[in-house]
């Protein structure tokens, strides 16, 4: 996997998206009264703002490694803000069903934050553990 994992850039996200996608699947024809009409949207939405933190926050890491705490907050910060006018856009155009628009996105929000935050903690134990050994 770990193999793998290097020839197919964040081959993690893919996974957890797919993962996504299918509970997001079965649960449209079990219970399609839970799930926002154009979750779609906020599945792809999550998928590109992630894959675009992960690879902001690769590239100045790469270049200023002893910078990663501030370049991995201000990604977040503007991770919040773009995903809140994703979702204030959202609730102007389809005010019927904020309350399950707001759910979705709510679940979504949280579902992608906590991937990337795991990632983050095992990149950093990973690397710790790596320096540890070198010393």
């Known amino acids: 996997m770990n193999s793998l994992s290097k020839k197919i850039p964040f081959l993690g ?3 957890f998206t797919l993962v996504i996608v299918l509970i997001a699947a079965i649960l449209r024809f079990a219970i399609p009264s839970i799930l926002y009409h ?3 949207v906020i ?12 690879i902001t926050i690769q590239k100045f890491v790469t270049k200023n490694p002893e910078n990663f705490l501030t370049i991995y907050f201000s990604v977040m910060v503007a991770r919040l803000f773009a ?3 994703f979702a204030a856009i959202f609730i102007l155009l389809d005010r019927e069903n904020v309350f399950l628009f707001a759910m979705n996105f709510i679940a979504l929000y949280l ?8 990632g983050i903690i ?5 690397h710790f553990t790596k320096r540890n050994r070198d010393e």
Do not use: C, K, Q
């Open 13 to 15: 996200l893919y996974a």
């Open 111 to 118: 579902s992608y934050l906590g991937f990337e935050i795991y």
């Open 122 to 126: 095992t990149n950093l134990r990973t």
């Open 83 to 85: 995903s809140i006018v």
């Open 38 to 40: 154009d979750l779609w």
């Open 43 to 54: 599945i792809v939405f999550f998928f590109f703002l992630t894959y675009a933190s992960l």
